[in-house]
């Protein structure tokens, strides 16, 4: 049946919607595509849903020359994916973006996108939250980005571990929310140079040792006591065997700020898939100035709160 002829079983709201998602940084060392943290800089999103079909979409901020203004848009692509879950499709999108998220910085945009997209979809679809809970936006959002950490502390903000699961012999990303300790806080190194994820990942290898597959083990879960209660234990916990280093090759400069970092006790990290840095610290201004300093011009420091929230949707 033609577009002129479908009646669509949902109903839409016929005013914008607007959500707010933060940044994220996976992994946190040793939790690879399984611990995630939200952190405070937001992409902002606002959508219409329009009559005529035709996707109108204006991007401003961080990467917007690269970002698609059609259908290939992700977060048109994850609005597409969340109607046709909840069992419509409308005629038309208006889209407006504000990017403050960089890109390919292993900070999280493309989960962003993603969740904001879905949240977007949901919140403009009467009774959204009924045909789409959390768990359903998780499961989608896993689909459309590959891996679940990002999309659930985009979402679930706070720090989160996400797995994924066999239902009905479908692989499904999951996650539940951790409260993260009031006293750590968090300084992000961005480098001026860009990484793409699908780059980074292609690096790994494709078996690990028992030996260092343990020691991730035992950190990633000391990580999960660290970040709730233990802040003192943060070095120990953010230590990993079994990703960072085979990745050294595509950021170098990068690579070598993170050992020096750690060999001076600081619980430094790659950020997702890098090449940003993030450090997680209880400390004063002078030892986070010290931090800086070390890490020299080549990285742009951003002290960020973590975002105890995730993905916000109001009324625009």
Not at 216 to 237: C, E, K, W
Not at 261 to 282: D, F, K, Q
Request: glycine fraction near 10%.
């Amino acid at each position: 049946m033609s577009r002129r002829g479908f009646r669509d079983p949902l109903t839409y709201k016929a005013t914008p919607v607007q959500v707010s998602v933060p940044a994220s940084s996976a992994n946190l060392g040793p939790g690879f595509d399984s611990l995630g943290l939200a952190l405070e800089l937001r992409d902002q999103y606002v959508a219409q849903i329009l009559d005529e079909e035709i996707f109108d979409i204006d991007v401003t901020g961080e990467g917007a020359a690269e970002v698609p203004r059609d259908a290939k848009n992700l977060v048109i692509k994850a609005m597409t994916k969340g109607f046709e879950f909840m069992g419509g499709k409308p005629r038309g999108i208006a889209l407006r973006a504000l990017n403050e998220i960089p890109h390919g910085r292993g900070l999280g945009s493309s989960a962003g996108a993603i969740v904001g997209g879905l949240s977007l979809a949901r919140g403009l679809v009467l009774s959204g939250t009924q045909l789409m809970s959390d768990e359903d936006l998780i499961a989608l959002a896993t689909d459309l980005e590959g891996h679940p950490d990002n999309v659930a502390a985009a979402l679930l903000g706070g720090a989160t571990i996400a797995w994924m699961e066999d239902r009905a012999s479908v692989p499904t990303g999951c996650a539940v929310k951790l409260e993260v300790s009031v006293a750590i806080k968090a300084l992000v190194l961005v480098p001026s140079t860009h990484l793409a994820t699908a780059k980074a990942r292609r690096l790994l290898p494709e078996s690990v040792s028992h030996k260092d597959a343990t020691i991730n083990s035992a950190r990633a879960a000391l990580l999960v006591h660290s970040l709730t209660l233990r802040p003192d234990l943060l070095f120990q916990a953010t230590e990993d065997h079994i990703h960072q280093s085979f990745r050294r090759e595509a950021m170098p400069k990068s690579f070598d700020l993170l050992t020096k970092l750690r060999a001076a006790g600081v619980a430094a990290t790659i950020s997702g898939a890098g090449p940003s840095l993030l450090v997680l610290h209880t400390g004063n201004k002078s030892e986070r100035d010290e931090i800086v300093r070390v890490a020299g011009a080549g990285f742009t420091p951003h002290d960020l709160e973590i975002s105890a929230t995730g993905a916000e949707l109001t009324s625009a």
